[in-house]
């Protein structure tokens, strides 16, 4: 029996966009795709991606995350920061939410990015990788996860940690939650957000 695929991808493209990708998907069946049990699941899971559930209210860091909404023939029908969580939500919800029974009509292919970027030649910005004195370190939240996932799909923890560390290089590392320079932060979030596309099956 073969090996599911792996969610990895390595970019260096003649744009100056490049960096190492991986991809944990959510909950579900392993393959990128989390069907709701029912109506209100698939309404809070909404409501989770603009920080309006019970379990993940807008905080400190809600106004940087980036959202994009894309019709169904892919065009950009918005664009922005979620720093109007509730209105933002609500407006969504309003537009595009069905009615009755969004859980026989939607899906959520959401996962979480481990990732080491370069945006057209911004800085070298990582939610994983860490610079330290005399090399790099990794810490996440979730980086058991990423492990678990990498040995069900065949790979290992070494490879992907190599890649991260060849990319790294000598480069200054930037904590993706400390970038200050706001056109920096855009680019890289707009630039995760293809690969998450492509890689999810949803893009280019």
Known sequence: MSKPAAFRMTVDAPSGNRGVFYLVPFAGDREGKHHFKDHNHARNFVRYLFSQSKAHPANAHTARNLYREFGEDARILNEGYVDRPKALLDDFLRRRFPARNAHEQLMDDGCYPFFILQAAGGPVISKFVHRKS???????????????DLRYRGGTWGSLAQDAVRFAGKDPVQPFSKVQDAEALRLSEIFLHAVVRKLMGNGP
């Open 134 to 148: 005399g090399g790099v370190s990794f810490s996440h939240p979730a980086l058991n996860a990423l492990k678990s």
